[in-house]
């Protein structure tokens, strides 16, 4: 069974760094389309970043600059590097991958309700303190 698991939350001032973590089982990142999301509470669910199997790569107008994705295929990860985090980036932060038409099934649904994406992780919390 496939899954996605987020790792690497927790709590920082504002300036502070994280780096959240996207650990798969069963599903090779590795040339998948993917990409990061956050729920912050009370709020939509948003995309952070996205990156797909053609290279292309985008990022939030509000992390831009401040956020890159990194991976390592040997271990099947996939990095968000969260630098000068801002109070304004807590939320919980959900990976998710793969865009196979024939993968989609009920378990497709992650942050915030969103089906983009075949799978999904539970989402780890980031909280930024002023």
């Known amino acids: 069974e496939v899954q996605l698991v987020e790792s690497g939350g927790g709590s920082v001032q504002a300036g502070g760094s994280l780096r959240l973590t996207c650990t798969a089982t069963d599903y090779t990142l590795d040339g998948a389309d993917m990409g990061w999301f956050r729920q912050a509470p009370g709020k939509k669910c948003e995309v952070v970043m996205y990156?797909?199997?053609?290279?292309?790569?985008g990022f939030a107008a509000s992390v831009r600059g401040r956020f890159t994705k990194s991976e390592d295929t040997a271990k099947n990860e996939v990095y968000l590097q969260m630098n000068n985090l801002e109070p304004e980036d807590t939320a919980v932060y959900y990976c998710?991958?793969?865009?196979?038409?024939?993968?989609?099934?009920?378990?497709?649904?992650?942050?915030?309700?969103?089906?983009?994406?075949?799978?999904w992780g539970l989402g780890t919390l980031v909280t930024v303190s002023s």
């Open positions: 990156y797909n199997n053609a290279g292309h790569t």
């Open positions: 998710a991958a793969g865009t196979n038409g024939d993968e989609y099934s009920d378990r497709s649904v992650g942050c915030g309700g969103r089906r983009d994406f075949n799978y």
